[in-house]
Each structure stands twice: as structure tokens, then as C-alpha cells.
């Protein structure tokens, strides 16, 4: 089964939109395994997004990631990572299509809203960075065997 590190970015806290991208990556049928809200620091912004390190918008990035509270989550399910890279849809939220959470909500690059891994191997990168293998809990829901 996937997992896939997601953040609530500081704007969607900010907004009070938090709950609902949590609800719906939840009522897709993805299971929350583990959760934290917490204020990232600059090391772990410049560790995060290593790889747009010397792009022209990386210092602005780190700015904003680390301006105020954000929430961590790692959801688990059949296929993840991609399904929820569709619910955010495209990076810029002016491309992004209606229906996403960056089409529903988002009008600028620079404030769209929630990360999501983008392969399975920055996954496991990435989760490891904000959860020990102590806070991810497995544990089984009655209704997983009528989701896949
Ligand atoms: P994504 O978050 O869709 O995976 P990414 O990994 O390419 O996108 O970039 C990480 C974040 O950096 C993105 O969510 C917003 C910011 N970003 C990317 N390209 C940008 C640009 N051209 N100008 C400003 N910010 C940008
Ligand atoms: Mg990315």
C-alpha cells in the first residue's frame, strides 16, 4: 500500500481550509496514518525542497513554507501518490482544473496550498524527514475492504 507525505501549507491554514483538503483526501478514501501540525524551520524547508535549490524562486519558497504553522500528513492507500498529486492539481493554481484542491482555491503559484509527494521514492524521503517510524500508525478500518 502507498503512502505520500501532504502539507497543509501555511496559506491554507492561514484560510481556514485546512479541513476541508483534509476532507477530502480523506473521503477519497485515503487513511491518515500519522499527523502533526508544526512550524518548519528554515533547515527543514531547505531539506524539504532540496532539489529547486538555486532556482529563482527557492528563497521565497523557504520564506513562505516557514512564515507560519503548516500541517504534516501522511496518507496511505492503493495508488497515492498519484491520486492525490490529481487532487491537487497543476503546480501554478491558474492551470490548475475546477475540482482540484489548487483549482478550487488557489489563484497564484506562489500561495498554492498543499504539498504532495510526487513519486513513491521522494514519498519515503519525504516522510522521513517529518515522522519517526513510531508516530506512523498501521492499523486497519472496517471500511478499507469496500475502497479497494
Ligand atoms: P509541486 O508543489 O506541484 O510539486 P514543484 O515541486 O515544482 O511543484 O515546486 C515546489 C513549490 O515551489 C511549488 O508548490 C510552488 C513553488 N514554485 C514552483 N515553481 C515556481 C515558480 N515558477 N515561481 C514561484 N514559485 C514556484
Ligand atoms: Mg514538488
Given amino acids: 500500500m502507498e503512502r505520500s507525505l501532504v502539507l ?7 484560510r481556514g481550509l485546512a479541513g476541508e483538503i483534509i476532507t477530502r483526501l480523506e473521503r477519497k ?6 499527523l502533526k501540525m508544526l512550524h518548519m524551520d528554515k533547515a527543514l524547508a531547505q531539506r ?9 524562486f527557492f528563497d ?9 504553522p503548516i500541517i504534516a500528513i501522511v496518507f496511505q ?5 498519484e491520486i492525490i498529486r ?7 493554481p491558474a492551470n490548475a482544473h475546477p475540482g ?3 483549482g478550487d482555491f488557489g489563484i497564484d503559484i ?9 513519486s513513491l521514492e521522494n514519498a519515503s524521503k519525504e516522510i522521513d524527514l517529518f515522522f519517526s517510524g513510531e508516530e506512523i500508525l498501521d492499523y486497519d478500518r472496517e471500511i478499507d475492504k469496500w475502497i479497494s
Wanted: charged fraction near 20%; glycine fraction near 12%.
Fill in 8 to 14: 497543509i501549507k501555511p496559506d491554507a491554514i492561514q
Fill in 29 to 34: 478514501g485515503l487513511k491518515i496514518v500519522a
Fill in 48 to 56: 524539504h525542497y532540496a532539489v529547486h535549490k538555486g532556482k529563482a
Fill in 60 to 68: 521565497g519558497l523557504v520564506n513562505f513554507i516557514t512564515s507560519s
Fill in 77 to 81: 492507500g492503493e495508488n497515492a501518490v
Fill in 86 to 92: 490529481q487532487m491537487m492539481g497543476e503546480t501554478d
Fill in 100 to 102: 482540484t484542491i489548487r
Fill in 110 to 118: 506562489g500561495y498554492n496550498l498543499i504539498h504532495g509527494s510526487d
